[in-house]
């Protein structure tokens, strides 16, 4: 899946499966160790408190099923943005595969909420025609003593950048359910406005 989902062209990509389950490609992407690749193990049911196993399509594309407002919803999660430079070709790739994204900062790393800023302004760029459905997430909030955002911040931070706002701990497994809940909440809202 995760081969045939480069190649495709990206408009049209929230597709139905046979079972009914509405498919979600949703990317994750952030500073370099803000606790991105932690949020995505937990996904893939590591410590397991979601409903269904996960399948790992590859090393860093998980896939799971869950119930959303009692309607099923398969989220596929890609997990492979670098900020190196020479790793354009999978920015530029990332930047137009997903139907939602995750932009990842940790309240304990100012640099990193920066960061989130700066791939905001990059992801409005390479879709400048879309309503993409993002969610700004500052991880890490167990850290309360290394603090280094408030939410506030992140908040207004996120209105700014007309986007939703959690904060979480992978640590502690805080949030981390509701985050992967309210990204296709924020999929479906665009859908249903669309059909109206
Ligand atoms: P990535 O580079 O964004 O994928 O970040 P990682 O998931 O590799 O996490 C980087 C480091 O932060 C690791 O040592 C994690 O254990 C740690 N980490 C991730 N999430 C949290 C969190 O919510 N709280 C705390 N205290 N540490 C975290
Ligand atoms: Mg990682």
Redesign the pocket.
């Known amino acids: 899946y995760y081969r045939r989902s480069w190649s495709s062209e990206s408009s049209d990509s929230v597709i139905s499966s046979e079972s009914g389950s509405t498919y979600y490609r949703v990317v994750m992407i ?1 500073e ?8 995505a193990n937990i996904f893939a049911g590591v410590h397991d408190s979601m409903d269904s196993d996960c399948d790992v399509l590859a090393e860093d594309t998980y896939e799971r099923t869950l119930m959303v407002d009692g309607e099923s919803a398969t989220i596929i999660l890609l ?1 492979m943005w670098e900020n190196k430079s020479e790793d354009e070709w999978i920015q530029d790739n990332c930047m137009q595969v997903g139907d939602a994204y995750l932009i ?1 900062y940790s309240i304990t790393d100012r640099a990193s909420f920066e960061k989130a800023s700066e791939l905001r302004i990059q992801l409005r760029r390479a879709r400048q025609m879309e309503d993409i459905p993002i969610i700004l997430v500052g ?5 309360v003593r290394c603090r280094e955002v408030s939410v506030s911040e992140g908040r207004a931070c996120a209105v700014v950048f007309d986007c939703k706002f959690i904060e ?4 502690v497994q805080h949030n981390v359910r509701e985050l992967f809940e309210g990204i296709v909440r924020q999929v479906r809202l665009r859908r249903d406005s669309k059909e109206k």
């Open positions: 952030g370099h160790g803000v606790g991105k690749s932690t949020l997990d990842v991880n890490k909030s167990d850290l979480t701990s992978a640590a």
